[in-house]
């Protein structure tokens, strides 16, 4: 079942859902110079409900000494947040003209596959707004 589903045809109502652009992050290369330079995978379009996020979320956001401007994103496509572990940087949302960079993420649904995007499977995000354009 999936609860983001059945809640998403209410909220749309007072918070209509917006189309939106996923890089998803593919890791980092580096070049002959030593930069280090995120790379993503090819566009991928989908449909997300942008909302503020909570007071909780704010001191998650402390704990990890991060700053910015943030909010929470609803997805049925499943998203990566920032995960140094296995080398990935978070993926990035487009949403209108602004690039959102995702930090923190909670899933529901999922299965342990690498698959994307199920009829189970949907992601509340927390992204932090980019002065500039992270894709090249």
Not at 16 to 21: D, F, R, T, V
Not at 42 to 54: E, F, G, H
Not at 70 to 93: C, E, H, M, P
């Amino acid at each position: 079942m999936n609860i983001n589903k059945m809640a998403n045809r209410l909220t749309r109502r007072v918070n209509p859902n917006l189309s939106a652009i996923l890089y998803k992050s593919q890791g980092y290369k580096v070049n002959e110079d030593r930069d280090k330079f995120a790379i993503y995978s090819d566009p991928i379009a989908l449909q997300v409900n942008k909302q503020d996020i909570s007071q909780m979320d704010l001191q998650h956001l402390d704990n990890l000494n991060i700053q910015g401007r943030f909010a929470s994103f609803f997805t049925d496509y499943r998203l990566q947040g920032v995960d140094r572990s296995t080398g990935k940087g978070g993926d990035i949302l487009k949403v209108g003209n602004e690039f959102w960079l995702i930090v923190s993420t909670r899933g529901w649904g999922d299965d342990g596959t690498d698959q994307d995007s199920s009829s189970e499977t949907w992601t509340r995000a927390i992204g932090c707004l980019q002065k500039t354009s992270p894709i090249t």
